[in-house]
Structure formats: C-alpha cells, structure tokens
Nanobody, 114 residues
Framework: VQLVESGGGLVQAGGSLRLSCAVSGTSFSINAWGWFRQAQGKQRELVARSSPGGRTTYTDSVKGRFTISRDNAKNAVFLQMNSLKPEDTAVYYC?????????WGQGTQVTVSS
C-alpha cells in the first residue's frame, strides 16, 4: 500500500490550497479516509473524514473552510482548503480512518503566512 500526498505550499492568510492523496495497493472505495495534520510541537489530529458512503465530517476549527472529497475511480482523496489561517500551518497527511500506523507517508507541508 502506498500513499502519496501533494499540493501543499506557502500561501498568504485567506488563500486556498487543494491537497491530493493518491492511494495504491488497497481497496480504496470500501474504506474511510481522512486528512490529518501535525503542527510543530503538537500532536497529529484528524482534520476531515470521508466515509465509504460519502459522508464527511470535520474538526470544528476547519468547518466551513475545508472540504474533503474522494474519487473512487481514481483511488484519490482531496482536501480543498479555503480561507486559510496561520494556525492551519502544519504537515498534512492522508490515511485510513482510523489510521493505520504503517501507512503514514511523508505528508505535504502547508504554510500560511499572516
């Protein structure tokens, strides 16, 4: 199984980014997938989750700003991030939810400047 995250970068506060996660080697469509983030000095947290049926949930701090989506045909999960804030700065990862320890990839860095 392999996960490859991409799409991070440096953006000014109020800007947008779209993260992508390409998944290979597992049954993508039957699993729940999540986007997680880890800011420097903090624990990794679940930001958004997409269930196999398409239901989505978000942590309170990103509700109304972030949107998780999935393309089962392409084995990919996305995170559209709008109205970014400096506190969104972190390394973002995708993984199953609940996460599988052996699946953590390198993540993609998101840096939001004020």
């Amino acid at each position: 199984v392999q996960l490859v995250e991409s799409g991070g970068g440096l953006v000014q506060a109020g800007g947008s980014l779209r993260l992508s996660c390409a998944v290979s080697g597992t049954s993508f469509s039957i699993n729940a997938w999540g986007w997680f983030r880890q800011a420097q000095g903090k624990q990794r947290e679940l930001v958004a989750r997409s269930s196999p049926g398409g239901r989505t949930t978000y942590t309170d701090s990103v509700k109304g700003r972030f949107t998780i989506s999935r393309d089962n045909a392409k084995n990919a999960v996305f995170l559209q991030m709008n109205s970014l804030k400096p506190e969104d700065t972190a390394v973002y990862y995708c993984n199953l939810d609940p996460p599988f320890s052996g699946l953590w990839g390198q993540g993609t860095q998101v840096t939001v400047s004020s």
